[in-house]
């Protein structure tokens, strides 16, 4: 579900958006989201093979996250 918001941002950055908005086609919120979804790991979390044996629980799961996260970063 999508949610309306106001963001305050860089002009610059806002330009650069609509640009890349305009060369492939996509809405401004689509290059918002995927950006952000890159930024805070969302791809590396559809990479990461489920567990075999046993479930992680929540607080697992996020430090796999973040140290994956981390490690694509590097």
């Known amino acids: 579900m999508r949610m ?3 963001v305050y941002i860089d ?7 609509k640009v890349a908005a305009a060369r492939t086609g996509k809405r401004e919120y689509a290059i918002f989201e995927e950006a952000l979804r890159r930024y805070l790991g969302f791809e590396l979390l559809r990479r990461v093979p489920p567990p075999t044996s046993e479930e992680l629980d929540e607080d697992e799961a996020l430090d796999l996250a973040y140290r994956e996260l981390h490690e694509a970063r590097r």
């Open 4 to 6: 309306k918001t106001t």
């Open 11 to 17: 002009s610059d950055l806002l330009r650069a958006v």
